[in-house]
């Protein structure tokens, strides 16, 4: 039997996060966004304190940014296969950095694509926007 491997996706402010920190209270292996923490060490060097949507503003290299965290979700892809885990959950998965990247008109070349072909997840849930649980952070 393999390792299943599940992503929840879905706009910011969704409720993605809740749900892996419920699933990971009731015993789920999960794998946590790491972007937050890339974001977050961005912010400090470009020492902003306005909330901005677009992570990449707040960096000088855009693209070594995007490789950076294809890299880190591919990782936690990788581990998901080595745990003694049967399902892990994934807080985004690798094909939301193409999405991402489309979204903000950058262009990518084919080590994102191929990270995306080569690293597939068995299902993949989308988180639908939800207006009563948004909060600007």
């Known amino acids: 039997m393999g390792k299943n491997k599940v992503v929840i996706t879905g706009a ?3 409720g993605k996060t809740s749900i892996v920190n419920g699933l990971e209270s009731k015993g789920f292996h999960c794998f946590h966004e790491i972007i937050r ?3 977050s060490k961005a ?3 470009a020492q902003s304190e306005h909330h901005i949507s677009n992570p990449l503003v707040f960096v000088d290299d855009a693209l070594q940014f995007n490789k950076d965290l294809l890299e880190g ?3 936690h892809y990788r581990e998901a296969l080595r745990i003694n885990a049967q399902i892990s959950f994934f807080d985004r998965g690798i094909p939301d950095v193409l999405a991402y990247m489309d979204f903000f008109d950058q ?3 084919d080590f994102f ?3 995306a072909e080569n690293h597939r997840y068995d299902s993949v849930f989308i988180v639908p926007p939800w207006k009563e649980i948004y ?3």
Do not use: A, F, N
């Open 135 to 137: 909060l600007r952070q």
């Open 107 to 109: 262009d990518y070349d």
């Open 113 to 115: 694509i191929s990270h």
């Open 73 to 75: 979700r591919t990782s």
């Open 43 to 45: 912010k400090q060097q």
């Open 37 to 39: 923490d890339m974001t």
């Open 12 to 14: 910011p402010g969704t």
